[in-house]
């Protein structure tokens, strides 16, 4: 079961319906599970993919000043010793004596153990978090190599490749989406702290004299986005760094906090990390990372705004955001039109961009299996879009909303006659009837309507 920082009953009811509804689960559980790693069931797979593309649609695709790279997970130990991570990306470490729990120890407040009580607290030392393996067939010091700890660091070792290649003129900048890792002393809080995770990065080069202005640029931007895969404004604060708080390399930080049921939690930060990363490069590889200005005829090293989220962080956030039990109806049309659902429903009002399912198709009884598979193989060539045949029709919708499906096609006895079948919105409950002939266009006319 995951840990939290605070115990909340809400998170429990969310973790538990993850688990029921595929989302999220232990990572080898037949075995106990692996502390701080997770796999994703089916829906989560596609939630997750439904983030990274919303996420690529608007940091890359629809800009046309940022530009993508997959680079390799291992990379050169030379990277790291250049970045500072190999000197310095370590937490201080705290055990208990008693119960031998471990801490974070800028966690702890007090002397006593928070687990046991007992103040039998060890003195805090040093946990490197980089992940080490070893490259070729000798397990020896030589062919040490870790695993990426964060995704940024490539970006900028391929910074004059991929400038050149994609005929790239400052500013511009270069993302990535992939796997990091890092050894957490205390992984918790569901999958907020792992030890395997996602990252989506974003570096953007630029002159020294317009870090300013970028750096402000991106904190709209990012804030733009998470308006328009539906957060609630409510539940998310910007909280910028203090001067004492900045991380060695940045001028400037902000942290993207959610509030989570455990507490607020930054999952993503945007840096102003000055010439930093590519001066430490440069000077470690013995090549040059300037920028040539063909216009100025000047020649520089590129300052870089970072924008930096965690895919897992995030996907947990939406998640959250999206949780509801309600007690009863909710909105006008349901009033109005809709056919009362009495009992209390768990739904996840997901974004239906980032939904797993856009819609289900259900027939209302088993006899009508077939037609209603025929409209099933239409529309999921359109759209992800699901099937269930199986249980009560009341059932089946509750199945949908808790897995956040935002519309179900109901093919009953009329529809033989009518050639209309009964489209349920998710979060209004109203029902109309639509031609079977206009179903994929009518869905697709609402999705299109959340484009970004
Ligand atoms: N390149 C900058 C960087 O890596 P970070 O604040 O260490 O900055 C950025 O990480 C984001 O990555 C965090 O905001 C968080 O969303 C995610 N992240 C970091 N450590 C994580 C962990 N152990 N488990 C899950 N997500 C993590």
């Known amino acids: 079961m995951a840990e939290f920082s605070q115990p909340s009953e809400l998170m429990d009811e969310i973790v538990s319906l993850t688990k029921r509804r595929g989302f999220i689960f232990p990572s080898a559980e037949i075995y106990s599970g692996l ?86 607290l060890t003195e805090p030392r040093k946990f490197h978090l980089m992940m080490k393996t070893f490259v070729g067939a000798a397990e020896k010091e030589t062919n040490v190599a870790y695993l990426r700890p ?25 993302a990535q989406v992939g796997k990091a890792f890092r050894n957490e002393i205390n992984p918790r809080n569901f999958t907020a702290r792992s030890r395997e995770f996602t990252q989506m990065e974003m570096e953007f080069f630029c002159r020294a004299e317009k870090a300013d202005e970028w750096f402000a640029h991106w904190k709209d931007y990012r804030r733009e986005w998470y308006g328009k895969v539906g957060f609630r404004a409510e539940n998310l604060r910007f909280r910028d760094h203090e001067k004492d708080e900045l991380a060695h390399y940045a001028k400037a930080a902000t942290d993207i906090e959610y509030r989570f049921p455990f507490g607020w939690m930054e999952f993503e930060g945007i840096h102003n990390r000055t010439d930093f990363d590519l001066r430490q490069h440069q000077e470690a590889s013995g090549k040059r990372l300037e920028y040539f200005d063909e216009e100025t005829k ?155």
């Open 35 to 120: 502390s701080g790693f997770w796999d994703y069931g089916p829906p989560g797979v596609e939630l997750r993919e439904n983030i990274r593309k919303a996420w690529w649609q608007h940091t890359v695709r629809v800009r046309g000043d940022v530009v993508g790279l997959d680079s390799a997970i291992i990379t050169h130990p030379g990277v790291w010793e250049a970045s500072g991570h190999l000197a310095h990306f370590a937490d201080e470490m705290v055990d208990c004596k008693k119960c031998k729990k471990r801490f974070k120890a800028d966690e702890l407040t007090g002397n006593k153990c928070p687990a046991c009580g007992a103040a039998e």
């Open 298 to 452: 000047e020649r520089f090293v590129p300052h870089v705004i970072e924008t930096s989220a965690g895919l897992d962080r995030i996907m947990l956030a939406v998640l959250c955001d999206a949780y509801f039990v309600d007690e009863a109806p909710t909105g006008p049309e349901a009033r109005e039109g809709g056919r009362a659902e009495e009992e209390k429903r768990t739904v996840l009002r997901l974004h239906p961009l980032l939904a797993p399912a856009k819609v289900a198709v259900l027939p209302l009884r088993r006899k009508l299996a077939e037609p209603a598979r025929k409209i099933h193989a239409e529309l999921r060539r359109f759209m992800a879009c699901d099937y269930d045949e199986t249980g009560s029709i009341g059932k089946r919708y509750r199945r949908q909303d808790e897995v956040g499906t935002p519309w179900c096609v109901t093919y009953d006895f009329e529809s033989p006659e009518d050639k209309k079948a009964t489209v349920r919105d998710r979060d209004t409950l109203v029902q109309e009837r639509v031609e079977i002939a206009q179903l994929r266009r009518f869905l697709q006319d609402k999705l299109e309507a959340y484009l970004i």
């Open 150 to 174: 964060e995704t940024c660091q490539p970006i900028f070792t391929d910074f004059d490749l991929i400038r050149g290649s994609a005929r790239a003129r400052v500013p511009f900048g270069i």
